[in-house]
């Protein structure tokens, strides 16, 4: 070990904030009713009846940044990436409204960072349900000093192959900016509506047809810099690469990507949310040391409340280790 790799930071790049100014500014209009009722269907009402006092109990570690930094301090993390809580998307919202909700966030955000600016970055969010809208709102997250943004998986009616994401994507790439794939719900609906399967199944299961459209789609041959972090392990797909390479090379219709699918993981990052050291070190191989970074999804109950344990049950080599636990994250973070 290093006195290099040991001194960097330890960055956790996958912790929310609520922005009750984003909730005020949607409320009463139609749409938010009718996405309730399809995020209830998709859960079930004992996954909803734990949710509500759980996020309750959360509510100081996810607005007061004096809070957050003593959480912060406790789990030996120096430096929090914080995105929006992913149920405030809200891809229901027509344009004048998905606009100002994403400026709210934008704008919350990077109010709650400048609070800690030595320790806490920002992203803000773009309205994937308006393609034509999504470059403008990432220019202002990072006109507020964010990174980047944070999207979820797919939009209502859109995967992130769909070519009208492509000036969004162009952007992200020409301006350095990160992305950050966190789903929110399933599209397996009331399938796993009990035992918290839309989450436990669900959130893996999005990351992987995301991840996917992007890769044989051939987005990430066009945009080979762009800078994405894909939460919860990047799901399914790297433990289950092998799959997708065999339909590469056997089926026709499953070859709009230049190279096999499994080379396009060591252009995209990862955070170690997996919550088993086995599946941690199997991402660490298929991806690559550097392309794993800590993450830890503060504050909620799906996450860890102890990052660094779990990175450490690894059994990591040293080098790789320190580069999860923050030198990755510190390069990926630095300001050109």
Known sequence: ????????????????????????AVAGHPGLAEARALDARRNGPAALAVNGPMVGARVPRLTDVTVRLAAMDAQGVDVQLVSPSPSHYHYWAGPELADRACRLANEGTAAHCAKAPDRLRGLGLVPLQHPERAVKLLDDALEQGLLGVEISSHAPGRELSDPAYEPFWTRAEETGALVFLHPFGCTLDERLDQWYL????????????????????????????LKLIAAHGGGYLPTHIGRSDHAWRTRFDA???????????????????????????????AAGADRVLLGSDFPFD??????????????LPDPDFHAVRGGNAAALLRKD
């Open 198 to 225: 839309s989450n436990t199944v669900g959130q893996p299961t999005e990351n992987a047809a995301a991840l996917s459209h992007l890769i044989f789609s051939g987005v990430l041959d066009r945009h080979p810099s």
């Open 255 to 285: 070859h709009d990507c230049a190279r096999e699918p499994s080379s396009y993981l060591k252009q995209l990052y990862f955070d170690s949310l997996v919550h088993d050291p086995h599946v941690l070190r199997e991402l660490v191989r």
């Open 302 to 315: 799906m996450g860890t409340d102890d990052p660094l344990d779990a990175l450490r049950a690894a059994g």
């Open 1 to 24: 070990m290093t006195a290099s790799a040991s001194s960097v930071p330890t960055i956790d790049v996958h912790a929310h904030l609520l922005l009750p100014e984003v909730e005020e």
